[in-house]
């Protein structure tokens, strides 16, 4: 088989002859053979049937697809698999009424980035993990979650992944009326940010949450500031 010509051919189909062109990307995603050009046709492949499954809202088939790509894991730099992984997670999310599966395919992830000693890309499934079950209201699973994540990750210093995490840990607590620890967990996520680039948008996440923790303290006038900060850094996205 000419993988760059199904492929060519799968991107032809892909307005007009959906499930032809599904089979067409599979074929070359199990395509035989591990050279260059091939390997990234097959990459390529990967995203677009996965951005396809999105469009038709085939939430089964995303994470069918995520299981069964995990032997060309093998085959591809860790930092791709990544990449890989966390974009097909985030194409289940854009899907309407997934989110326990999305926790289902979080966990099943985990494991098998425990299994394989992915540790960078382990960490940052367990962060989004937290992030779900503090989405749904699994507060306790969130919390355990995030205290087992920060032990590890403060022994890495791996700024940016804590900063995320301290985040959710400070909206976890007050959504279960624990200001002191939230307002604590912010004031550990900001430090962190100061040493680091921040990207815009958790800024944006960091100033709205310390508006509401100012709120909270009746200190209306900071937490305006704060607001304002954070509707300006989410307007410029």
């Known amino acids: 088989m000419d993988a760059r010509a199904e492929y060519e051919r799968a991107e032809e189909l892909e307005e007009v002859r959906v499930e032809e062109a599904i089979a067409a990307y599979r074929r070359v995603i199990g395509a035989e053979g591990a050279e260059?050009?091939?390997q990234k046709l097959k990459e390529q492949?990967?995203?677009?049937?996965?951005?396809l499954y999105a469009k038709n809202r085939q939430a089964e088939a995303l994470r069918e697809l995520l299981t069964n790509i995990?032997?060309?894991?093998?085959?591809i730099p860790k930092a791709k698999t990544a990449k890989i992984v966390r974009t097909l997670i985030d194409l289940v999310a854009r899907i309407e009424?997934?989110?326990?599966?999305?926790?289902d395919l979080c966990k099943e992830s985990i494991e098998w980035a425990r299994t394989e000693k992915r540790t960078f890309l382990r960490h940052r499934i367990e962060?989004?993990?937290?992030?779900?079950?503090?989405?749904?209201?699994?507060?306790?699973q969130a919390l355990e979650c995030i205290t087992r994540l920060l032990?590890?990750?403060?022994?890495?210093?791996?700024?940016p992944l804590l900063v995320e995490i301290q985040l959710i840990e400070s909206r976890v607590h007050h959504a279960l009326r624990?200001?002191?620890?939230?307002?604590?967990?912010?004031?550990?996520?900001?430090?962190?940010?100061?040493?680091?680039?921040?990207?815009p948008l958790m800024q944006a996440q960091i100033d709205r949450q310390a508006g509401i923790i100012h709120a909270e303290d009746k200190d209306y006038n900071t937490a305006?500031?704060?607001?304002y900060e954070a509707f300006e850094g989410l307007d410029s996205l």
């Open 36 to 38: 260059d050009v091939l």
């Open 45 to 51: 492949a990967i995203y677009k049937l996965g951005a």
């Open 70 to 75: 995990r032997p060309f894991f093998a085959t």
């Open 97 to 103: 009424g997934t989110t326990a599966l999305q926790v």
């Open 127 to 140: 962060a989004r993990l937290a992030g779900l079950y503090l989405d749904t209201e699994q507060y306790p």
């Open 151 to 159: 032990r590890e990750v403060k022994k890495l210093d791996d700024k």
């Open 178 to 199: 624990n200001i002191p620890k939230s307002r604590a967990a912010l004031t550990a996520a900001r430090t962190a940010a100061n040493a680091i680039y921040c990207p």
């Open 224 to 227: 305006y500031s704060y607001f």
